[in-house]
Structures are given as structure tokens and as C-alpha cells.
């Protein structure tokens, strides 16, 4: 971060198809290969979002000390307007949105199972976060599926 490194405040892992590279942070990502619990996962989201997604990030908050600051999915791989499906697994915790011009922050508790799709111009227009909660002691794993373009 900022030309110096820094631990990350989560587990994460990246699983695709072949080729779906991602580099986000500095880092790029060779994804490892899809598993049978994933894909059947990849198959619903797609249903319920309306899209075709070829990759997903695995990220796994140990307990509500782990988090992820505001920022928004516009990296060119993910196209110019990313549709991305996100299963939340585990704990609830609550996801917020700012708009990139400021004003207020919005949040979303998301559940259980729960599936939050981020349609077009989320990226480019909102930023997002999951902030701490020193409450949470429990697991959360949020997978969130994507499409990778080829560059």
C-alpha cells in the first residue's frame, strides 16, 4: 500500500477458470482451480444476478476485527461497468455505501446466505466497505464472484 507492504486485515483467496488473472493492490492473482462446492455456488449467483461470472474472490473475516476499507471494484480487467455477485457466509456485518462525490454512507446488513448484486455503475459511482465491528466474534466468508475480461 502506498509503495510499502502491509498484512492484509483478511484470508483470501482467488479461484477461476484458466487465464482469469487479477490484479488489484499491486498484486496480481493466477487463480486456483474451481471446486465442486464453488461452482454449484458460481451456477446460483449467475442465476440470480443475470450474468456470466468466470472467477471469485474468497475473502474470510476471522472475527469483526477484520475488515476491508472504502473502495470500489474498477480495476480495467473487471470492464467498464462490473456486475458482481456477493454471498455472504457466516457472521452478519454490515456493508456501507458512499458515493465517490461524498454525502452520506449507506448501509446494508448482510445475512447469512444472503446475496448482494452489484449491478452497473456501482463501481464507477459508489464506493464501498465493510468497517470494523468489535462486536463480531464469529466468521464471516464472503465470495464474490466476477467476470475477468481479457486485456
Not at 103 to 128: F, I
Not at 131 to 148: E, G
Request: proline letters at 7%.
Amino acid at each position: 500500500m502506498f509503495g510499502r507492504w502491509v498484512d492484509s486485515p483478511r484470508l483470501n483467496a482467488w479461484v477461476g477458470d484458466p487465464g482469469a488473472s487479477y490484479r488489484y493492490s499491486g498484486n496480481t492473482f493466477e487463480p486456483y482451480p474451481w471446486t465442486p462446492t464453488l461452482l454449484a455456488l458460481r451456477e446460483r449467483a449467475e442465476q440470480a444476478c443475470g450474468t456470466r461470472f468466470n472467477s471469485v474472490l474468497a475473502n474470510l473475516y476471522r472475527h469483526g476485527g477484520e475488515y476491508t476499507g472504502f473502495h470500489a471494484d474498477d480495476e480495467r480487467e473487471l470492464g467498464p461497468e462490473p456486475i458482481i455477485g456477493s454471498i455472504s457466509l457466516g457472521a452478519q456485518r454490515t456493508f456501507r455505501f458512499r458515493a465517490k462525490q461524498g454525502g452520506d454512507t449507506v448501509a446494508v446488513e448482510l445475512t447469512h446466505g444472503s446475496l448482494l448484486r452489484m449491478g452497473e455503475g456501482t463501481q464507477r459511482l459508489y464506493k464501498h466497505d465493510l468497517p470494523v465491528r468489535k462486536r463480531v466474534t464469529t466468521p464471516r466468508l464472503n465470495l464474490t464472484f466476477r467476470y475477468i475480461h481479457p486485456l
